[in-house]
């Protein structure tokens, strides 16, 4: 075996041009198949980040009326068989499997009675909300401090602010220890919040915007003890849950919906029921459409695959025909048959899989290449480039079984005598 590799190379090294023109086929169709290959894993992977976020992970649960529209509780009355979601219940869907932290909180998209010195013009969002609401959210205090267990257990009227309220309600100003009016409530506020930098969402659209940061006003936080105080009591909370990886937010969030739904006692007419936002899917539909394309490319690309063999069951014939009198010598002092098979078929594979390694590092660089002038991302798929390796070893094994056959059915006096 190995000796048949040794001289396999040893006739690719002396007939150098010639095997690099018949491999020219093998490393084009590889180096197309791995740059677009490469090309489709990155930009997956880019839909993944521009539509979850690169690392929260958060999957939203709540409640809907039908199919997926969201139960306003700032225009509807608290509806009948939607109990408050316990902490018990919380606790048991921050253990579900994928999950690795849940948080319940209350909501107001938009919030009309804020006033700040007579100023009225903040129009985000107010929401009440629990302890781990800004560790699931990959938020982190930016300035002052976060919510303490005394604020919550003492009903103290503080507020917290994310970057875009602060700069809204307080353009210019220090916002710590400054008094906001919250539906003639006052609240003082004692913290400013910022998005974890390793949390911060890949935004380049305006959908994307909406989704993950809300309004240009941004967002005011209180305790959620003191919401009954500035909305109404035994408002069906919101759940955001962090899954432990993106692949893990669908499981996540319909075993998510399906526990809270099992203490529902609505009517099946209200068509009242929790359910979660699944960005997967969404895409997963931008990467379907995103494959259908790219997959006709990799066919195309694979023509050339199919001329590269065809080359090298050309060049294999021309080397049969070159070392009939060799073949003839190497029979007629006692060498098989079988021998005579492998020699050639080595010799294919050994031509076509060198054809394919060039063809792997030409479509990584073709890739990086893509990448720099589009623009466009790119991640180098390992399993691809073992598979293109291997595939292209396969060819040289089919295209060159009829050269080696011919080679090894060769008349050993005929083949001497021939000049």
Partial sequence: MFENIGLSFQGI???KLRSLLTMLGIIIGIASIIAIVSTIKGTNEQIKEQLIGAGNNVVTVRLCQGASNPYDMQYSPIPDGVPVISEETREQLAEL?????ASLYTERTYVEGLVYRGNT???GSLRGVDTHYFPVNGYQVYLGRGFSQADYDNYKKVAMLDQSAAQS?????NPLGQVIEINKEPFTVVGVVAMSSSYEPNISTVEEYWTFVGNDSGAVYVPNTMWPLLCQYDEPQKVDIQAASTDDMTNVGKNAADLINERLTVSQDSELSYSSTDIMEQAE???QLANATN?????????SLLVGGIGVMNIMLVT???RTREIGL????????????????TEAAVLTSLGGLIGVLAGIGMAQVVSRVSGSPTAISAPAALVAVLFSMVIGILFGLMPAIKAANLNPIEALRRE
């Fill in 330 to 345: 190497k029979k007629a002092i006692g060498a098989r048959k079988s021998r005579i098979l492998w020699q050639f078929l």
């Fill in 97 to 101: 499997d994928g999950a690795v932290n």
């Fill in 295 to 303: 997959q006709q490319l990799i066919w195309i690309a694979s023509i």
């Fill in 13 to 15: 090294w002396n007939h």
């Fill in 121 to 123: 013009a903040f129009t």
């Fill in 169 to 173: 309600i307080f353009p210019g100003e």
């Fill in 285 to 287: 539909q931008l990467q």
């Fill in 320 to 322: 049969v025909t070159e």
